[in-house]
T-cell receptor, first 117, second 110 residues
Framework: NAGVMQNPRHLVRRRGQEARLRCSPMKGHSHVYWYRQLPEEGLKFMVY????????ESGMPKERFSAEFPKEGPSILRIQQVVRGDSAAYFC???????????????FGEGSRLTVL | GIQVEQSPPDLILQEGANSTLRCNFS?????LQWFHQNPWGQLINLFYIPSGTKQNGRLSATTVATERYSLLYISSSQTTDSGVYFC????????????FGTGTRLKVLA
């Protein structure tokens, strides 16, 4: 399957723990986007990354959230000291192009569903 | 930033009926996509349609970029069409990200 791969699909954490969500883009794609979907709501942009660079993090909460896309390996969305309000589905998307051209078509993974107890 | 509005917010159809979903956006766009989020939460690409008209089976879409709207047509609806339909747009002013509308929740009854 050459699609966007996310893991884990489901993650349960207690308040105060850390959550790490991983995303491997489609083959040939070097641009990764993270979106959050709260229950019964639409998708909200969080962050746009290229390899080793954060291009736009305007949708990321200022505290506890961070993202990276290293030269080797998947993109990671990290949430420290989770709270109940972090419970949501986190979707990763990739595209073949990004800044300096236009984004092109986005392809989404199946999402990671975080539940905070 | 760019605003994306979808209508109607909710829609209930009898199997076999046709429907039109609308997406209005507040500024010029580089890109526009339609997605279907099925009841299991998966996001499925329907159309990548920054302008013009496309058809795929029972679905078709039209984007009139100059008038800042897009339409998604579903003909002969089936129960498997149920779910939420999202429109997402990327503005022209160097944003490099897609902004999603709030979606149309469709339920098709057998």
């Amino acid at each position: 399957n050459a699609g966007v791969m996310q893991n884990p699909r489901h993650l349960v954490r207690r308040r105060g723990q850390e959550a790490r969500l991983r995303c491997s883009p489609m083959k040939g794609h070097s641009h990764v986007y993270w979106y959050r979907q709260l229950p019964e709501e639409g998708l909200k942009f969080m962050v746009y990354l290229q390899k080793e660079n954060i291009i736009d993090e305007s949708g990321m909460p200022k505290e506890r959230f961070s993202a990276e896309f290293p030269k080797e390996g998947p993109s990671i969305l990290r949430i420290q000291q989770v709270v109940r309000g972090d419970s949501a589905a986190y979707f990763c998307a990739s595209s073949p192009s990004g800044a300096a051209t236009n984004t092109g078509e986005l392809f989404f993974g199946e999402g990671s569903r975080l539940t905070v107890l | 930033g760019i605003q994306v509005e979808q209508s109607p917010p909710d829609l209930i159809l009898q199997e076999g009926a046709n429907s039109t979903l609308r997406c209005n956006f507040s500024d010029s766009v580089n890109n526009l996509q339609w997605f279907h989020q099925n009841p299991w939460g998966q996001l499925i690409n329907l159309f990548y349609i920054p302008s013009g008209t496309k058809q795929n089976g029972r679905l078709s879409a039209t984007t009139v970029a100059t008038e800042r709207y897009s339409l998604l047509y579903i003909s002969s609806s089936q129960t498997t069409d149920s779910g939420v339909y999202f429109c997402a747009v990327e503005g022209t002013s160097g944003t490099y990200k897609y902004i999603f509308g709030t979606g149309t929740r469709l339920k098709v009854l057998a």
